[in-house]
């Protein structure tokens, strides 16, 4: 019996399973899937519940609920991978040889990498929202807060889903004015980047609604320190933003077990084939999700497409078959932009979000790069969608891996 | 598109990266760093302009955070020598392509 090891049940690793309990001739193939965790948390979630849109118990479930039968779930902790002998020790001593590894250990966030980010205001004016914990904490603060100024932050890129911090200062433009306390809350957006987005359309239409929600930007802002004292952050030019409330995204870094693998670069992402998803270094190791160091958003929907071409180059892989360089980096998202509407950006490595419509090219009904009532509606139906498809890898209908050029405007 | 730069011709971006390094020499660095506003470079901005070269040839991928840990220039002193998104720019004059960790 030949064994593949997946090492996390977060989106990536149960999206995988899923596929290759389907696919993998399970006469000679066992498939193993390793993390301690027992919860399986819907990550896009994070963005609402600190505005009560979401109760905690609408994005927590059971890891064991989404893997399925035939596929054996390790309850345990891995300690360090032995890519040179093929093996998983884990904490508790044992070793688990695999023939395939499936790296799928996410990211998370670090924000001891950043002077006093970590410091006596961490979750009492500074607050993340990339985590469970962070993100209800958030909504407790917000629960009572009487207003000043609000500071959205990111750290350094990459970050998980680069949308996010911009859908919450959306979404918190449209909070406090629900509240009636919008003219208390000053919102400043304060960014690494030189504009709101990494692509040159979006950001055009995504500046345009900064300004139109009245939200002040900082752009190309290094962070070097928070200091705490006087709840400023200071970049590395000596330009201060002073804060009431700090919402910042902080560094992300890959798994620790990664660096204890020595399988990482700088930040624990592993180096990664951009096109096959294999890692660059062992041909019988692949990377998928947030775990990678590819070009691409690190996002629910991008891993949703890599699982696709990954499953097909691991049945290519066992047949000895050369393993198709598929994977364009295609990213699907919605972005909440406030008082129930939202834009969907279709975008891949070379083609940036354009205006145009989805899934059917000239009909849509979804239009990109376009706010309206029907794409919010589009992020709503998402999560049911992804307790119910993705996870269990059931294609999306009319949604199609690689991106589709028809029905954009380049 | 196409650009003149001290009367030679050169192929840019629309956000006006070189898009083949063969046309960069010093005297297209020293005009792109006036745009930038950066009048005149210095040792110190040569030594990082090899240095980025040099590790965009071996196909490193290049970020702030590795540029600060590298012994060549420490993150402070970047940000002096190259204000307000050093990569970016220290790129842009040193004739490569926008660095992945700035998209």
Redesign the interface.
């Known amino acids: 019996m030949k064994r593949i090891v997946i090492l996390g049940a977060g989106t990536a690793g149960t999206i995988m399973a899923n596929h290759l309990n389907h696919e993998i001739d399970k006469e000679s193939w066992e498939i193993d899937v390793i993390d301690h965790r027992q919860e399986h948390y819907y990550q896009p979630g994070y963005l609402f519940l600190p505005f009560d849109i979401y109760e905690p118990e609408d994005i927590v479930k059971h890891i064991k609920d989404f893997i399925p039968k035939g596929v054996n779930l390790i309850n345990d902790k891995a300690e360090k991978i032995l890519a040179g002998e093929k093996k998983v020790l884990m904490q508790n001593g044992d070793l688990i040889h695999y023939d395939i590894l499936i790296i799928a250990t996410g990211c998370n966030i670090a924000p001891e990498e950043v002077e006093g980010m970590n410091g006596k205001e961490w979750r009492n004016s500074v607050f993340d929202f990339y985590t469970f914990e962070g993100s209800l904490a958030l909504r407790d603060k917000l629960r009572k807060w009487e207003g000043g100024k609000l500071v959205v932050h990111i750290t350094e890129m990459p970050i998980k889903c680069p949308v996010a911090p911009l859908e919450f200062s959306f979404l918190a433009d449209s909070y406090f004015k629900n509240k009636k306390m919008r003219d208390k809350v000053d919102i400043t957006y304060v960014t690494p980047l030189s504009g709101a987005f990494t692509k040159p359309k979006a950001t055009e239409t995504l500046s345009h609604l900064l300004v139109e929600k009245n939200i002040n930007q900082v752009n190309d802002f290094g962070i070097k320190k928070v200091d705490n004292e006087n709840k400023k952050i200071i970049d590395y030019e000596g330009r201060e933003v002073s804060f009431d409330l700090l919402v910042t995204v902080p560094t992300n870094k890959g798994d620790a077990l990664i660096e204890r693998s020595g399988l990482g670069d700088d930040l624990n992402f592993v180096p990664t084939n951009k096109a096959t998803l294999q890692s660059l270094e062992h041909p019988d190791i692949f990377v998928l999700g947030d775990a990678t160091n590819i070009p691409a958003s690190k996002a629910g929907s991008v891993t949703h497409f890599e699982a696709e071409i990954l499953t097909e180059n691991i049945l290519r892989y066992v047949k000895g078959e050369p393993l198709k360089e598929e994977f364009d980096g295609h990213a699907n998202c919605f972005l909440e932009t406030g008082n129930g509407k939202a834009l969907l950006i279709d975008f891949n490595y070379t083609h940036e979000p354009v205006e145009g419509t989805f899934p059917f090219p000239g009909i849509g009904p979804l239009r990109l790069l376009k706010e309206s009532r029907m794409n919010h509606m589009g992020k709503l139906a998402f999560r049911w969608i992804y307790w119910h498809m993705l996870l269990k890898g059931t294609h999306i209908p009319f949604v199609s891996t690689t991106m589709q050029m028809e029905g954009k405007h380049f | 598109m196409e650009k003149i730069i001290s009367g030679k011709t050169i192929n840019v971006n629309?956000?006006g990266y070189l898009t083949g390094f063969s046309q960069w020499d010093k005297t297209i660095a020293t005009e792109i760093a006036k745009e930038e506003g950066i009048t005149e470079l210095g040792p110190r901005h040569w030594q990082i302009i090899d240095y980025l070269q040099d590790q965009h040839k071996k196909e490193i991928?290049l970020?702030?955070?590795?540029i600060g840990?590298s012994g060549v220039v420490d993150?402070?002193e970047?940000?002096?020598l190259f204000?307000?998104?050093?990569l970016?720019k220290a790129t842009k004059i040193a004739g490569l392509p926008k660095p992945?960790?700035?998209?």
């Open positions: 629309e956000e991928p970020s702030i955070r590795k840990k993150i402070e970047f940000y002096a204000p307000q998104g050093p970016k992945a960790s700035c998209i």
